[in-house]
Nanobody, 113 residues
Framework: AQLVESGGGLVQPGGSLKLSCTAS????????MAWERQIPGKERELVAL????????DYANFARGRFTISRDNSKKTVYLEMNDLKREDTAVYYC???????WGKGTLVTVSA
């Protein structure tokens, strides 16, 4: 299984960014997908998770209300739309398929004026 993220970059506080993760080598439509992040000097943490069954996604407290995870099974892609970004959201964001133990290489999001 392979996961490739894209969409990271530099954004000003209060701005928005949409990350994408495209999967290959797995039956994507039946796979739970997640976004995680690692802030410099801290442990990796869950941002959001989406099941394959259409149940409501799960969000970390810091992400709820600002971030939206979604998926397009026809494109084998999972998205993370991030709004009202804060400096403390600066991190490397990783795509993760937990049950496949598959990780992307990460994409850097920098929130700075």
């Amino acid at each position: 299984a392979q996961l490739v993220e894209s969409g990271g970059g530099l954004v000003q506080p209060g701005g928005s960014l949409k990350l994408s993760c495209t999967a290959s080598g797995m039956v994507f439509s039946s796979t739970i997908m997640a976004w995680e992040r690692q802030i410099p000097g801290k442990e990796r943490e869950l941002v959001a998770l989406i099941t394959a069954a259409g149940t409501p996604p799960d969000y970390a407290n810091f992400a709820r209300g600002r971030f939206t995870i979604s998926r397009d099974n026809s494109k084998k892609t999972v998205y993370l739309e991030m709004n009202d970004l804060k400096r403390e959201d600066t991190a490397v964001y990783y795509c993760h398929a937990p049950r496949m133990n598959a990780w992307g290489k990460g994409t850097l999001v920098t929130v700075s004026a």
